[in-house]
């Protein structure tokens, strides 16, 4: 593995209005930098996730795929709101800061909704282009990290599939996304993916299995949920001084206890709730109070 000249060699970033592409970056990138230190993750699972990415990294350089049949792929499933896709972003540049290269990383994610077609092997054939061409051409040039979020939409569970619906196209495109994984995976030692779902009953099995590790990202616990209200709150403050009140210890202690059974992306957003709750406050930021946020929570909690 090269290690020296980090970012030497500029890489030509992928069309973006490509079908089946939503996003390209070159990295590191300071927006996934603060993605990573947003995200609150039980005990060392962020350093777990990390170590893992990048002893793959290491091992696919290095040793031959039919002795370690590593593809390179890490699949994170979880409820909605968790921080799959944010963590998967996170991650993406954390490995790309860990891991040097002659060339710069690259990271592609993958939109599979726009892969999707009604018309018969319409599907098969976006699927077909993304992974045999643009994806195969990119990682050629260089190492990358591919983001498949909601994978599942890509990589239907086949013997779920009814007849209706045009399944035979589901069925094709699933396998020539198959093909194209495992074509990609072995021609690409450089290449990593991260894959995120939140509903594995639908997801192929055949993905699974490729999977070299699958990490269930969990709701937040009391702590996680204290600190996740706290970074929301203290970004508010620092733009409403008058919410600092959110960031009073006994009243975030209270607010965590409040908060169990909610996702990180609802606790994040009772900040915001809390700030339109009482009509006297209206609206204003500035005014908000705790008993706000602590009742905003209870609401939430009882959905
Ligand atoms: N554990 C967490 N720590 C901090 N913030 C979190 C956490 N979980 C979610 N969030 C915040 O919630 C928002 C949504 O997160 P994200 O989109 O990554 O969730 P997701 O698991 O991908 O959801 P979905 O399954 O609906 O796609 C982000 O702004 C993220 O910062
Ligand atoms: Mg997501």
Redesign the pocket.
């Known amino acids: 593995m090269t290690r020296s000249l980090r970012g030497s060699e500029i890489r030509r970033l992928p069309d973006d209005a490509a079908p089946g592409v939503a996003d390209t970056r070159l990295l590191p990138n300071d927006d996934f930098a603060a993605?990573w230190s947003?995200?609150?993750?039980p005990d060392d699972m962020k350093q777990r996730l990390l170590r893992t990415a990048v002893a793959e990294a290491h091992l696919r350089a290095a040793v031959p795929f039919d002795a370690l049949p590593l593809h390179g792929v890490v699949l994170l499933t979880?409820?909605?709101?968790?921080?799959?896709?944010?963590?998967a972003r996170g991650l993406a540049n954390q490995v790309a800061r860990a891991v040097t290269h002659a060339a710069q990383w690259l990271f592609v994610e993958v939109d599979p909704h726009s892969l999707a077609s009604s018309s018969l092997g319409r599907s098969q054939r976006a699927v077909e282009q993304l992974f045999g061409t643009l994806l195969n051409e990119h990682a050629a040039a260089g190492p990358m990290i591919v983001l498949l979020?909601?994978v599942e939409t890509l990589f239907t569970d086949r013997a779920a599939l009814s007849m209706e619906a045009n399944p035979v196209d589901v069925h094709r495109a699933v396998d020539a996304a198959l093909v194209g994984l495992d074509r990609l995976a072995r021609r690409h030692p450089q290449m990593l993916i991260v894959a995120?779902t939140?509903f594995s009953d639908a997801l192929d099995p055949a993905l699974a299995s490729r999977a070299d590790w699958i990490v269930e990202?969990p709701l937040?616990d009391r702590a996680?949920r204290r600190q996740?209200l706290e970074?929301a709150a203290a970004a508010v403050a620092a733009a409403f001084p008058g919410a600092c009140r959110l960031l009073e210890p006994a009243l975030l202690d209270a607010a965590a206890e409040e908060a169990a059974g909610i996702?990180?992306?609802r606790l994040?957003k009772a900040v915001a709730t809390a700030c339109a709750y009482r009509p006297e406050a209206q609206g204003d930021p500035d005014r908000v109070t705790g008993q706000d946020l602590l009742a905003v929570l209870r609401e939430e909690g009882g959905h």
Do not use: S
């Open positions: 993605a947003a995200i609150v993750l979880g409820k909605p709101g968790v921080g799959k896709t944010t963590v979020d909601e995120t939140n990202v937040p996680a996740i970074h996702d990180g992306r994040r």
